[in-house]
């Protein structure tokens, strides 16, 4: 049974830091991973969809990278703002979500 | 992007009442259709997978009697929680996906949510 855990679960930082978020799952026959954002009580916004056979894909100041072989993915945030403070999720062939991470970007 | 809407955002009902969620793709033919339950600060969980003209696929543990759910369209999928309690409240999300199935070559676009809460 697929699982898929993000790590860490939740994290607070200063404008304009870095970040990486990392999603680890446990079976690697995948077809496709992607990231959404969650806002508190809204649904889900798609941010970067990484088919099985891509390695990365980048849209802005976001990078999410793909390696199969090791179950994991990882979201970079570059240069981050209070606007992307939210809840990340990873989900593994449209499917199954992970727990999430609760971003906080204070000013 | 493509658009999906849910309907209503939220309501509030009477434990024994039944209520019905629509959940549209406003521009683009949803082949398949997926019904999350979120409860606070967890993440989201499958309910079930609905292709249109098929009766829908229940996740493990989903009562497929009290959550009717209806594919009856390429635009429109609804759900129905028959006979609803207190712990029936929760979020509920519904995603839209032009493939059928796990195709690598199409996102799934999610509605806004609806959120219950039964008396």
């Known amino acids: 049974k697929q699982e898929v855990t993000q790590i860490p679960a939740a994290l607070s930082v200063p404008e304009g830091e870095n970040l990486v978020l990392n999603c680890s799952f446990t079976?690697?026959?995948?077809?496709?991973l992607q990231w959404f954002r969650q806002d508190p009580g809204k649904g889900l916004t798609s941010l970067l969809l990484?088919?099985?056979?891509?390695r990365e894909q980048t849209s802005g100041r976001l990078n999410a990278s793909l390696d199969k072989s090791s179950g994991r993915s990882t979201l970079y945030i570059a240069a981050s703002q209070p606007g992307d403070s939210a809840t990340y999720l990873c989900?593994?062939?449209?499917?199954?979500f992970g727990t999430g991470t609760r971003l906080q970007v204070f000013p | 992007g493509a658009v999906v809407s849910q309907h209503p955002s939220w309501v509030i009902c009477k434990s024994g009442t039944s209520v019905k969620i629509e959940c549209r793709s406003l521009?683009?033919?949803?082949?398949?259709m997926f019904w999350y339950r979120q409860f606070p600060k967890q993440s989201l969980m499958l309910m079930a997978t609905?292709?249109?003209?098929?009766?829908?696929?229940?996740e493990q543990g989903v009562e497929k009697d009290k959550f009717l759910i209806n594919h009856a369209s390429l635009t429109l999928s609804t759900l129905t929680v028959t006979s609803a309690h207190p712990e029936d409240s929760s979020f509920y999300i519904c995603?839209?996906?032009?493939?059928?199935?796990?195709?690598?070559?199409?996102?799934?676009?999610f509605g806004p949510g609806t959120r219950l809460t039964v008396l």
């Open positions: 990484i088919q099985s056979s891509q």
């Open positions: 995603s839209a996906s032009p493939s059928r199935g796990l195709s690598s070559y199409n996102e799934q676009f």
């Open positions: 521009d683009f033919q949803a082949t398949t």
């Open positions: 989900v593994v062939d449209k499917l199954i």
């Open positions: 079976d690697s026959a995948i077809y496709n």
């Open positions: 609905s292709n249109e003209g098929s009766k829908a696929t229940y």
